[in-house]
């Protein structure tokens, strides 16, 4: 009696869910970094999609779109059919920040996409050019509330995550320096290596060869617990309680996406960042792991935007 009705509750749901979820995937799927190939996002997409081709045997195409701070391409996928064949790899600037940083988005990030699961956290690294004597973040402070304003950050743009870290420990240590934007990375570690600029917050992945090499002073990582690649470097909220600054990727589709594959799509993601290989290779990125359920993922995205909204308006940074 039991396995009947068991059977028949199966069988009811079966029936209930859309004809397109069962079937999913079919053709072809597309996931969109709305980065150009190379930094940190796209290597993480084309990891998790190379692993989906293999389990679901339809391509799993990776499209990079940049432009915009991210806007471009997450603006393609809140607007693309909720059919689960147009995946998006976003980004804490792309979907906790652009919200807030940009005025006139033709798209909202909570409303218009759904969360499927985070993929990985990726710590910030707070740095120095080594003529700055601090070696710790408790003399860090006392030396930029010695040199109140004096001290030149830089970043790699207006309203990126590295400027607004460096905005939220201003903050919350209380202390003042002067902002220099740069359009990249690359361009910050070029500028603190000539000695132009004397700290930064940016990542950990770009900064951490320099300071292992000693041409950079690495001080801290943003993330609440320390890095699985440094793990003798402390925190930043070891000094200041309670301070993170996490840079992070998550899988999102477009809203309305039917349940069952979404769920399929989560249950892929934590069985592929569980695998040894692609834990190391994460790893070596500088990277942590972090798979989750939609349910969790809805959660995180949200508490973000609230966190980094608030930072935003304390930097009065905005695009138009």
Known sequence: MRRALAAAVAAAFFLAVPAKAQEWPQRQVSVVVPFAAGGSTDLIARIIAQHMQATFGVPFVVENKAGAGGSIGTGMVAKAPNDGYTLLVGTVSSNAINAFLYSKLPFD?????????????????????????????????????????????????????????SVMFQMASGTKMTHVPFRSTGEVMNSILGGNIELAIDSMTTAWPLARTGQVRAIAVTTPQRSATAPDLPTIG???????????????????????????????????????????????????PAPSTPDEFVAYTAAERARWGEVVRASGAKID
């Open 109 to 165: 990030v909570a409303r218009d996409l759904q969360p499927v699961s985070l993929l990985a956290r990726l710590p910030n690294l707070l740095f120095v050019h080594p003529k700055i004597p601090a070696k710790t973040v408790a003399e860090l402070i006392d030396y930029l509330k010695a040199n109140d304003g004096k001290v030149n950050y830089g970043s790699s743009g207006n309203g990126t995550s590295s400027h607004l870290s």
């Open 238 to 288: 070891e000094t200041l309680n309670g301070f993170q600054a996490t840079a992070w990727q998550g899988l999102f589709a477009p809203a309305g996406t039917p349940r069952p594959i979404v769920d399929k799509l989560a249950n892929e993601v934590r069985r592929i960042l569980e695998l040894p290989e692609v834990v190391k290779s994460l790893t070596e990125l500088g990277a942590e």
